[in-house]
């Protein structure tokens, strides 16, 4: 299969001894410290404690309830109870009581065994606070020192900026770090260790954050109250955060801020809370490094387009009329060439304003065209009419649209025009291009559903918006044409709830398509990480097997189910520079690695399907779960990288299979079908849809497709 390549990996190689270690539990009463403090309080009990207990042992913490030794402490086996204090502010002590008992011996010789393939793991529990996986144990062990030194986030850990400056606006500042986390790979651990940068709040006086937040240049100008937006802008940004008392001579009290009253400081008394190859019509593509050529080719099936109209929601300053009809030829010259011909003159022209003016716009064109296949929506840029578009485009009335922002319409190029071709084609039913049929895989030899599975949940910090599941499914044998299926679920829940009736549906309407029954069942699923894969797992498996059998008592498809990671710290790099690849000098698409720096014993594989543009390519990493199909690793890969190259929206191979691209987008819109009109902007990068005490029948019917766009594919 293709030709071997030598890559480095920002990966290493960790010697690990052949012990065992000893397990304490840790328990710290006053409890729900942050890891921070906890770790202070253990430092100061071992450095306390040393001659009773600690010796010249260094143990190792990992913040929260794990303690490990290279040697047993002289500690009972009921436990121990020591008391810890640490200085507090304003020359007050902390006192902390701290329990340290044994738990376990945790045996490295044991890892060893496991990761040669001389014996099998026990199976990873979980849910239990406290873990004896000797992974954990190595873990810890390499983090403690770091924890100490360093701010830690997540798994990376970053320190205050020397020498740099990056301010972010807004009160926030870029510090950078490292990423570390350590995988048991073929025959021994590795420590993967990489770049990371992240957003911290600077620390300055909260006056000066209030002016970097409110946009303040100078704050002696400033009317003095502040105005009521102003004071709801600043409240939502310093709600949350910490502030430091510094007018009280010693006593630098720090506080959580709950909130931003409107009366002035002297008025207030504290209230302080302690506490492969690509067919277009006929034509073969074939792709160089992941990326093909549409000119002088056609689509495979395209689509004539006779009845079409246009609504500008740029003003006509922004957009002359006679800018319009420049457009309009050029599309239809440019959709002409690409098979897909846009005919004659659109049926309806006008220019409108608002989000408020798009449903009786678009009632009126569904009313009085009969036959009207396409509305293109001029965009002003980033507003509030994109959301309302797609709200009464898809869930509402069932009419296709493609929105395209007024500064491509004002300067076309060739290349935008073909892309919005690949995305209305699509639409209104066309095949853009297949895979060449007799260089497929043998899995296509019987009727074969692919299906993509994506969760999105709403943004940090936001207890109320619900999340988003969304699965698609392949509609024809090549496979090119998906169906979509969508659900709000409770706000981080990582299983997909309803996803029995999602495959039920699919497979349904794969059965209208086709008129054939799937004998296998390809369900790629992104967005889960590795600490939930066999509880996603266990219960996704037993709903696709519950969709099969309520269909048909006997109907038992072979089900293969694959994890889609892009969100990890692996990144590989060519070694030989003669090898590297465009201006970005990345390693070539279609490159996979199953080997070395892969799981000892499970399935799973790196594969960097796209051509790296910009940066260090992220190549994406595959873990078959679950395989009734018995593919092998060469065929599989194979499978997976054809699936790249389907996706419609551009001539490229992309990161990930399209149909975990498509649930992806699926999600995606459905966030800006529940943009609440009356409550939500919906301006700024982030969609808020906010559920704004919706219930969730509301919330339900807000993300429910109109019957005549479920069949097509409106999310691309």
Not at 180 to 189: E, H, I, L, N
Not at 496 to 514: C, G, H, N, P
Request: glycine share 6%; with cysteine.
């Amino acid at each position: 299969m293709g030709k071997p390549i030598k890559l480095l990996a920002n990966c290493f190689q960790v010697e690990i001894p052949k012990m065992d270690v000893y397990l304490y539990e840790v328990d710290i009463k006053p409890e729900k410290c942050p890891r921070r403090v906890n770790r202070e309080v253990v430092d100061s009990m071992v450095q306390h404690f040393k001659v009773t207990i600690f010796g010249d042992r260094r143990p190792v913490y990992d913040g929260k309830r794990s303690l490990y030794t290279a040697h047993p402490l002289p500690v009972a086996p009921a436990g121990v109870d020591l008391d810890v204090t640490l200085p507090g502010e304003g020359g007050k002590d902390r006192p902390f009581k701290v329990t340290i008992k044994f738990v376990s011996l945790v045996s490295w010789h044991l890892l060893h065994e496991v990761l040669t393939g001389r014996s099998m793991p026990d199976p990873l529990e979980l849910d239990k606070p406290i873990s004896t996986n000797p992974v954990h144990a190595v873990d810890v062990v390499l983090r403690h020192l770091p924890s100490m030194k360093y701010t830690p986030v997540g798994r990376s850990f970053f320190s205050a900026p020397e020498g740099y400056d990056h301010p972010l606006g807004g009160g926030r500042e870029v510090w950078f770090g490292f990423h570390q986390s350590v995988r048991p790979a073929m025959w021994k651990m590795m420590l993967n260790i990489d770049v990371s940068a992240t957003a911290f709040y600077k620390a300055q006086p909260v006056i000066q954050f209030m002016c970097e937040v409110l946009d303040i240049h100078n704050i002696d100008e400033q009317p003095r109250p502040l105005t009521d937006s102003h004071r709801v802008k600043f409240t939502k940004e310093i709600k949350g955060l910490k502030v430091e008392v510094t007018h009280c001579g010693t006593m630098r009290r720090k506080y959580r801020v709950c909130n931003v009253t409107r009366r002035p400081a002297s008025h207030q008394t504290a209230a302080a809370h302690h506490g492969c190859a690509v067919l277009q019509n006929r034509t073969v593509a074939t792709p160089s490094h992941g990326v093909w050529d549409m000119r002088g080719k056609q689509f495979h099936t395209g689509v004539e387009i006779k009845m079409w109209a246009i609504a500008c929601f740029a003003t006509q300053r922004q957009c002359r009329e006679e800018i319009l009809k420049s457009f309009t030829d050029q599309l239809r010259k440019i959709s002409k060439d690409a098979g897909m011909p846009i005919q004659g003159q659109p049926c309806f022209c006008k220019y409108a304003q608002g989000a408020d003016s798009v449903e009786p716009m678009f009632r009126h064109l569904k009313n009085t065209y009969s036959g009207l296949q396409l509305i293109i929506v001029i965009l002003p840029g980033k507003t509030p009419v994109y959301a309302e578009v797609k709200r009464v485009g898809d869930t509402l009335l069932g009419m296709a649209t493609q929105c395209v922002q007024v500064k491509n319409v004002v300067k076309t190029s060739p290349q935008t025009l073909s892309n919005l071709c690949l995305k209305i084609n699509v639409k209104l039913g066309g095949i853009n291009n297949i895979l060449v049929p007799h260089q497929r895989p043998s899995v296509f030899q019987q009727p074969v559903i692919f299906l993509g599975a994506d969760v999105t949940h709403p943004p940090a910090g936001d207890g109320k918006k619900p999340s988003i599941a969304a699965v698609v499914g392949s509609m024809d044998a090549h496979p090119s044409r998906y169906c979509a299926t969508v659900r709000v679920q409770r706000p981080r829940q990582e299983v997909i709830q309803d996803l029995a009736s999602m495959v039920r549906e699919l497979l349904i309407q794969f059965y209208k398509s086709t008129r054939y029954k799937p004998t296998r069942i390809i369900f790629y699923r992104d967005g889960v990480s590795e600490g939930q894969f066999r509880q996603v797992l266990y219960y996704e498996l037993l709903a696709i097997r519950e969709a099969c059998i309520s269909l048909e008592k006997e109907y038992q498809p072979g089900i293969t189910y694959i994890v889609v990671q892009k969100r990890h710290h692996t990144r590989l790099f060519c070694a030989d520079r003669n090898e590297r690849v465009g201006r970005s000098g990345n390693i070539p698409a279609g490159t996979t690695v199953d080997t070395d720096i892969t799981h000892p014993y499970e399935f799973d594989f790196y594969l960097c399907s796209h051509a790296g543009i910009q940066g260090t390519s992220r190549p994406s990493h595959y873990h078959v779960l679950w395989d009734d199909n018995c593919f092998t690793a060469d065929e599989f890969q194979l499978l997976t990288y054809q699936l790249c190259h389907t996706y419609v929206r551009c001539t490229r191979s992309v990161s990930i299979p399209a149909p975990a691209y498509y649930a992806h987008l699926v999600a995606f819109r459905a966030r800006y079908h529940l943009v609440d009109k009356e409550h939500d902007s919906a301006e700024g990068s982030h969609v808020s849809g906010q559920s704004n005490g919706r219930d969730p029948q509301a919330l339900a019917k807000a993300v429910q497709i109109h019957h005549d766009t479920l069949r097509t594919m409106y999310f691309a």
